[in-house]
């Protein structure tokens, strides 16, 4: 699943599916703690065409991997049904950051370096069960570089730089 994100939303997670009749939705998180979501109170639909819609957030609980949440105005399963595979966003100051993690938008547009040289940018994150990938474009190629600790040895935003080591064979 590719992900492109803009600074001023961050997707915290899909609407899969429903749950029950009562307008309860299942959400597939799309954040490493999923804690977050009992906290939340405000959020946005990211509706087609790029428009958000506050949302109020009246319950969240785990459930088999996923979050069950209630909505304020969506009171049965027809109403809940209309929003499957929207995307539930917060405003950056409302997201939570693990200390040492990194939101894709920031991710997105670092020069990637091993030593002095520069491979190219980060134009995209793929993102799958395994392992997120970082798609580098540069030099007349495209490569995709796995987000692993192994590879990734130090994140500098301010400097717009990731510096890497690359795997034996990635570019041959």
Do not use: W
Not at 40 to 66: C, D, F, M, S
Not at 69 to 80: C, K, M, N, Y
């Amino acid at each position: 699943m590719e992900q492109k994100q803009e600074a001023k939303k961050i997707r915290v997670g899909k609407f899969i599916s429903c749950h029950g009749v009562k307008g309860e939705l299942v959400l597939l998180p799309l954040t490493d703690d999923n804690r977050r979501f009992r906290k939340l109170k405000k959020a946005l639909l990211e509706l087609p065409g790029g428009r958000y819609q506050e949302v109020e957030v009246l319950t969240a609980r785990e459930h088999k991997g996923n979050i069950l949440v209630t909505l304020s105005g969506i009171e049965d399963r027809t109403q809940a049904e209309r929003l499957k595979n929207l995307y539930l966003c917060v405003h950056p100051e409302d997201a939570v950051k693990p200390k040492g993690s990194y939101f894709l938008y920031e991710i997105v547009g670092l020069a990637v370096y091993q030593g002095d040289t520069c491979y190219g940018t980060i134009t995209s994150v793929l993102q799958n069960s395994s392992t997120d990938l970082y798609e580098v474009t540069g030099e007349g190629r495209i490569f995709y570089l796995p987000a692993l600790k192994s590879v990734v040895k130090k994140i500098d935003l301010e400097q717009k730089r990731m510096e890497v080591e690359i795997p034996d064979g990635l570019l041959d």
